[in-house]
């Protein structure tokens, strides 16, 4: 049996603050930086941004743990949504089209013939407020009635603290009009700093997923993972069956699908667990949502040039995205992602480190 090691706890969490850039516009964008005993996580107010999170290894040595850029003029130009809040609807919906109550909305088409992770301009595009809280950031964002075609005004705050090793990132919003909102953090880990993730370890809490079509819009069956290779239900490397001859593994280009997690009822409870044998760093992902995508950076191609230079070549990073299922807003037997007023959107998500010998 391996045991983990918990990170050293200080007494208290610091939290400072330097500028970062401009955006085309000339809006001022600043950096966050959480930082307590051995872990630090930097965090933009564009984007909300989870620009840098370093944690220490077997040995004590720090590394960045996710991926992304040394400038702001990267995140800009970014399509593959490296560390940003995604919003208002994390993940795709099926022909960038929904009703509620019999109205139908349109959203833009930014992935074929679907909409994904908010459309042309999401959460992660824009400059969200920013203010100090004890152990860390408080971001927010105001979305009009309207934008990308989604309905009401939607407050939304998302507030990212980092205590004990571990960075929590807890969710809130609100709207004046009936409308459908799925939060989440699109950060790409790499636990061992550099190369691919192939080795790295994965145990998913879940008995079922959503399988996809080929345009990666779930068909509505929650389909059992046993004997799949889908199955993470006991730690498995992630390049084991990555390759292998199954129809959904071609439909993603290997791993790009929501897991159905076993945990009931909303409360925060551990969805995965990602090992890297090389460093022995561990982050458990726990979450009060009913959903996480697992993406195996299948479309990394290497002409993304990142943080110190590196080039992200294929599956040298993985996503572990909490969320409601893709496609919600069309699919009734899915848990709704309707907010109406007077109700409050709000969901929490936790990224636990520590380490094996």
Same mark, same amino acid.
């Given at each position: 049996?391996?045991?983990?090691? $918990? ?17 085309? #516009? ?17 965090? +933009? ?24 850029? #040394? ?67 408080? +971001? ?50 790499? +636990? ?19 399988? $996809? ?48 997690? #076993? ?21 458990? $992902? ?24 590196? $080039? ?46």
């Amino acid at each position: 049996m391996l045991i983990a090691t $918990v990170l050293t706890v200080s007494a208290e969490t610091s939290v400072t603050h330097r500028p970062f850039g401009k955006t085309t #516009d000339g809006t001022p964008v600043e950096v966050y930086t959480l930082k307590d005993g051995p872990v630090e996580a930097e965090i +933009l107010t564009y984007g909300g941004v989870v620009l840098s999170l370093k944690a220490p290894d077997r040995h004590g040595r720090l590394a960045n743990v996710v991926m992304g850029f #040394d400038s702001l003029e990267g995140y800009i130009s970014d399509k593959a949504y490296f560390g940003g809040i995604i919003g208002r609807y994390a993940n795709r919906i099926a022909g960038g089209a929904f009703e509620i109550d019999g109205k139908k909305y349109s959203v833009p088409k930014n992935d074929g013939n679907n909409s994904l992770h908010g459309g042309t301009i999401g959460f992660d595009n824009v400059v969200w407020k920013a203010k100090a809280i004890p152990d860390g950031v408080e +971001l927010t964002y105001v979305s009009k009635d309207g934008d990308q075609g989604y309905p009401g005004t939607l407050t939304a705050t998302v507030s990212y603290t980092l205590r004990g090793g571990v960075l929590r990132i807890e969710y809130s919003a609100t709207s004046d009009a009936p409308t459908v909102v799925n939060l989440t953090n699109h950060s790409y880990f790499n +636990l061992a700093g550099q190369g691919d993730i192939l080795g790295h370890q994965l145990k998913l809490n879940a008995s079922r997923y959503t399988p $996809v079509s080929q345009t990666l819009i779930p068909t509505g069956e929650l389909a059992a993972v046993e004997s799949t290779p889908f199955d993470f239900r006991k730690s498995t490397a992630i390049g084991a069956r990555i390759n292998a001859d199954y129809e959904q593994i071609r439909f993603g280009r290997g791993y790009d699908h929501n897991w159905v997690l #076993d945990s009931k009822n909303g409360k925060l409870a551990e969805a995965a667990e990602l090992y890297d044998p090389s460093s022995g760093r561990v982050l458990q $992902v726990w979450t009060t949502e009913p959903g996480i995508q697992f993406y195996s950076g299948n479309f990394l191609d290497g002409t993304i040039k990142g943080k110190e230079g590196k $080039v992200y070549a294929h599956r040298t990073g993985l996503c572990l995205e909490t969320q409601h299922f893709p496609d919600s807003p069309n699919q009734s037997s899915f848990p709704s992602t309707v907010l109406r007023p007077g109700k409050r959107y709000h969901s929490v998500t936790e990224f636990r480190f520590s380490t094996r010998p």
